[in-house]
């Protein structure tokens, strides 16, 4: 009865709701059943060896690739699929816009238009997707790139700027759709080595704020250290998975302890 003790705490609620994804190249079965379910808050890193189907998993969650079964539903919205010519295929593509647009992803390779400024590559889509008024646009692109450090940059071009800006801006510009999921696909793989230390700080500081985050990466230390939660990929499974400081130290699979040793690349 209420008031007769203490309140039950408040369960945190599902934010990201994958189930039993499946994905195939061809007769190359590259996601074999691939679910997670990440609450408000999770930084959730994936790990895996090349090959192991890490980036088609994140790709499929936002349907850059059409996963061939399988459920996606953020904060509780099913993506609708159907049937086509024994195919899956989106139901709504209007619903899989507005999906993309809370579910924004950082890429590896940065994905700034180079015939923009920096300014207009982090407005663009507010306008165009959001609908947001030019100056509310702009306002929040500023207030974006200042976050993560690049504001002097708002008048360059990507192609003036380093790998590590151009990827401070890819962040900037996905933050600007106010996500409520942010997916990272290995976002510092293609940067220089002296240049992996800004952008992780920058999403160090992202996890530290609450952000719920999926974050695909090779940075072991970062992964141990921002993460929430950890997921190993091998061969289209997951091979293990738990707390990040848990499971490095004591993995469940003997695939992870070789992984983690540097012997299965």
């Known amino acids: 009865m209420a008031g007769d003790g203490p309140s ?4 945190i ?17 590259v996601l ?55 195919m899956l295929v989106p139901a709504d593509m209007k619903q899989v816009d507005r999906i993309r647009s809370r579910l924004s992803m950082v890429f590896q ?10 300014l207009e ?9 959001l609908g947001r008024d030019r100056k509310s646009a702009v306002e929040k692109a500023e207030a974006m790139l200042a976050k ?13 700027l380093s790998g590590g800006q151009q ?10 759709m106010d996500p409520e999921v942010m997916l990272f696909d290995e976002p510092t793989s293609a940067l220089d080595p002296e240049l ?25 230390g970062f992964a141990r250290e921002a993460a929430s939660h950890m997921l190993f990929l091998h061969q289209g499974l997951v091979e293990d998975e738990g707390p990040p400081r848990e499971i490095m130290a004591n993995p469940n699979s003997e695939r992870f302890r070789q992984f983690l040793s540097g012997s299965l690349k």
């Not at 390779?109 to 920096?118: A, E, G, R, S, V």
């Not at 993560?148 to 003036?160: F, L, N």
Request: hydrophobic share 40%.
């Open 8 to 11: 039950a705490p408040r369960e």
């Open 13 to 29: 609620p599902v934010a990201l709701d994958v189930r039993s994804i499946r994905k195939s190249f061809g007769s190359h079965e």
């Open 32 to 86: 074999k059943g691939i679910s997670l379910a990440a609450r408000e808050h999770d930084v959730v890193a994936i790990l895996g060896s090349s090959g192991s189907g890490k980036s088609t998993f994140l790709r499929c969650i936002n349907l850059l690739e059409t996963p061939d079964g399988g459920e996606v539903r953020l904060k509780g919205e099913l993506i609708r699929m159907r049937q086509r010519g024994g």
């Open 109 to 118: 390779q940065f994905n700034l238009w180079q015939h923009m400024t920096i």
């Open 121 to 129: 590559n982090v407005t663009a889509a507010q306008i165009h997707v």
């Open 148 to 160: 993560v450090g690049v504001a002097d940059k708002r008048g360059h071009y990507p192609g003036q």
């Open 167 to 176: 990827q401070r801006v890819a962040i900037a510009r996905a933050l600007a």
């Open 196 to 220: 992996v230390n800004e952008v992780l700080k920058v999403m160090r500081d992202l996890a530290a704020e609450g952000r719920t985050m999926l974050i695909v990466t090779h940075e072991m």
